[in-house]
């Protein structure tokens, strides 16, 4: 069973920095892009940051570049996304997405709610 789960999230002041940790398994994991993405209310889901199967290169959204660092441990399963200098702006739910670099078959994560709020 494909399962992605995120963790991590919460309740932060603003310049304040959170780590999300998206455990994965029932999939190869070592295949799959990582990435990032975030949901605000009445707003598009954003990708906010990209990882490739083996961690050599990372993209990132224009309005977290330099703030937001994505990496993984394909011996854990594991991706993650520091997030520092947090905004308010930034409060969203983060969700998790592997997508397999040659199929494009795409699995999701349920979500991890950040709140940036003083």
């Known amino acids: 069973q494909v399962q992605l789960v995120e963790s991590g999230g919460g309740l932060v002041q603003p310049g304040g920095s959170l780590r999300l940790s998206c455990a994965a398994s029932?999939?190869?994991?070592?295949?799959?892009?990582m990435s990032w993405y975030r949901q605000a209310p009445g707003k598009e889901r954003e990708l906010v940051a990209v990882i490739t199967s083996s961690g050599g290169r990372t993209n990132y959204a224009d309005s977290v570049n330099g703030r937001f660092t994505i990496s993984r441990d394909n011996a854990k399963n594991t991706v993650y996304l520091q997030m520092n200098s947090l905004k308010p702006d930034d409060t969203a739910v983060y969700l998790c997405n592997a997508k397999h670099y040659v199929t494009g078959i795409n699995h999701w994560g349920q979500g991890t709610q950040v709140t940036v709020s003083s």
């Open positions: 029932g999939f190869s994991f070592s295949s799959y892009t």
